[in-house]
């Protein structure tokens, strides 16, 4: 009976160390979110920022009030305080007041482009969070719309970009819907040029700027007869210092080439673009592995430090309790 009471009591310790463990790889004190707000003049306050999230209201969650709160206080001038407010009504937590404009209520918020339930809503490491103030209070018909992907980052002065716009909404029953979106003109930091979706809502285009150092650009997009909410894809291009022969574009001003997909190699400068098709279908193929992992990893976790204090203590506990228990029973049933 001792026996077993022992082998009961070893089992349980190395369960509790585990659970540990577990407590310890799930706990952090905060995350890095991507995050977008627009304002009242449907213009980027905020395009593509990556912002460090804390539980700010000590709900045991990260949520979109928390990211929110976090934005405002890194971007806009006084801080959430000034900027930012809520408070908790009959249908729970309710935004007040958004980069500075009370209107009422006239917002909308998503994670992942998924219109959210509530503030209180919960978002993880890289999600994606925006939030927009209605510019029709009235009727509500500004329809949300966004770019797949939402973030392109390349090496190169000169980048194939391939985007996909879509809008979602609720039908007249109230079902979620997605669609493509096509006849919107591609802007590239407000400034509009001929390029066009498809039906399918695609468009692809070579951008170049010459700079050997990088640069970034907002990419969105206009819609004739449609009151929008505007799509964004951030264009990054991280330059490495020195501008190799196939990226050395002469001129200040940016270049924008035809369609990826309808022009022809040999009307490309090696100054302008990828020099062949398989470079390009290259580049793109592998943007989608530097979007938000890239954006994010640069930003330490404010625990990384006391979390890898925990894990020592933990593994020395551990440790202990093996030791412990194998000592308690040599000595009381070591011998026959």
Known sequence: MKKMIALVLSVLLVLSVSMLFVSAEEATDSVDVHVTIIDEKSEFAVAYKTVTVTDIDKDGAFTVNDTLYAAHEQFYEGGAAAGYATEKTKWGLSLTKLWGVANGGSYGYLVNNAFAWSMTDPVKADDYVVAFIYTDTKNFSDVYTYFEPQYIEDES??????????????????????????????????????????????????????????????????????????????????????????QAVATEAPTVIADVEDTDDTTISATEAPATKDEATKDTATKDTATKDSSSSSTPKTGDVSNLILWIVIAAVCLAGIIGAVVFYKKHYGKK
């Open 157 to 246: 002065t000169t980048i194939a970009v391939e985007l996909t716009m879509k809008k979602t909404g609720f039908d007249a029953e109230g079902k979620p819907y997605t669609e493509p979106v096509s006849g919107a003109e591609i802007t590239i930091d407000g400034s509009p040029n001929k390029v066009v979706t498809n039906a399918e809502g695609k468009a692809s285009f070579y951008y170049g700027y010459g700079d050997p150092n990088g640069y970034e650009r907002v990419i969105s997009a206009e819609v004739k007869d449609m009151r929008i909410v505007p799509p964004i894809c951030l264009l990054k291009s991280i330059g490495k210092g020195k501008a190799t022969p196939d």
